[in-house]
């Protein structure tokens, strides 16, 4: 599947003064300089090393096996059942007790009738083929830990209808509620790696993560054309999500996004590498003292006077409260009149964590920032 960056001509003339120190960067034509990617992309026969990629995560989802332990199990219908779906089904997949890691055997368009309520140990690897999942609620990780998607394209997700029926395991159906439309919702799970997905349009968030979910990364993604991209916390009262640990890296936040890139609370928020081509609203924002560490993007403002500065914060005391929480801004590249106010501890001591990736040079991102999304990923070729 190819997307075609509406703005990334731009993206690339300005920062065409770097692509000496990417290309330098790469030991190899297929090496970008993408810890990720370069772990698994050069290969010509992934398809025969699928599994592989489930050691190429990094950041604080990087334990994230998936099915890797499992079986394959291919997909062969975009039809769908919530509470007694047939094999060959993604959510008869999905549902399974064992590791499984889940592929399709020809593109598909797939429209759920109900969210899809995925149970542990499982990958959703859409490489090779066209997979969207689209035009109806979309994809929900609750209560379960160790899961992978990666190369789906995720759109037009709306509401799941209340009262409804659906299974999340083999022999187990429960009345679930009102769904609130995100393309990928995360409720009290860890053990998360999303890659590259591509998602756009959906009726709440595009990503959100709450109910103290953690040991997630976020990678290699491209969002566009969606107000509410990521929620990360569930309130600010819920001090549970004080766990939480997410690693945002290498993804591509593009056009006609309005805010949340991401909005987090109380937890730690490593966002890393990432480009920003412009925000309606804000791109970073948060409340009840989360730590945000931004290391090594590039924000590019709109040209909107307004719409200029980077984070937003929200508090009921305003800057006396604010100016405590640790929000950094390390090695970013602020285009177009892009700000960044930081607050807090300046020490790096503040925002080292265990599981931190090693940032790479802003630099890089021109030769990375083209991969981002859904691959166009062919059998026999690199990816």
């Known amino acids: 599947m190819n997307f075609f960056f509406n703005n990334l001509l731009f993206l690339l003339i300005v920062m065409q003064t770097y692509a000496a120190a990417a290309a330098a960067a790469s030991s190899s034509s297929c090496r970008s300089g993408n810890p990720i990617d370069d772990c698994w992309r050069c290969d010509p026969d992934w398809e025969s090393n699928r599994k592989m990629l489930a050691d190429c995560a990094i950041g604080f989802g990087r334990n994230a096996v998936g099915g890797r332990d499992g079986e394959f199990y291919v997909v062969t219908t975009e039809e769908d059942d919530p509470k007694n779906p ?59 830990t160790n899961i992978i998607i990666h190369g789906i394209y995720i759109h037009h ?65 491209y969002m566009f054309q969606h107000n509410e991209v990521m929620l990360l916390g569930h309130n600010d009262d819920f001090v549970a999500d004080r766990i939480m640990q997410v690693t945002i890296a290498f993804n591509y936040f593009g056009e006609g996004l309005v805010q949340r890139m991401p909005r987090c609370r109380h937890g730690y928020f490593h966002i890393v590498n990432n480009v920003y081509t412009g925000w309606k609203m804000y791109a970073i924002g948060g409340s009840a003292n989360p730590t945000i560490n931004s290391q090594g993007n590039v924000f590019i403002a709109a040209d909107d006077i307004f719409t200029k500065e980077v984070t ?22 602020l285009l177009n009149g892009a700000k960044f106010t930081a607050s807090g501890e300046e020490g790096p001591e503040s925002y080292t964590k265990a599981s931190s990736m090693v940032a790479r040079p802003a630099s890089l991102l021109a030769n990375i920032v083209p991969f981002s999304g859904v691959l166009d990923c062919r059998v026999g070729q690199t990816c």
């Open 86 to 144: 047939s094999p060959g089904m993604l959510r008869h997949a999905v549902i399974q007790n064992e590791p499984l890691w889940i592929i399709f055997d020809h593109d598909m368009n797939i429209n759920l009738k109900q969210e899809l309520m995925m149970n542990s140990y499982k990958t959703i690897d859409g490489r090779g083929n066209n997979i969207e999942i689209s035009n109806g609620p979309c994809i929900t990780i609750q209560n379960v």
């Open 157 to 221: 997700c709306i509401q799941g209808g209340g009262n409804a029926l659906v299974t999340d395991g083999p022999n187990h159906y429960e009345l679930r509620g009102v769904s609130d439309g995100d393309g990928i919702s995360i409720f009290g799970s860890r053990d998360i790696w999303i890659d590259h997905c591509t998602l756009s349009n959906c009726h709440d968030g595009l990503i959100d993560a709450v109910y103290a979910s953690t040991a997630i990364t976020i990678s290699n993604n």
């Open 312 to 333: 937003k914060r929200e508090s009921r005391n305003g800057y006396e409260e604010w100016k405590e929480w640790n929000w950094r801004s390390d090695g970013d590249l």
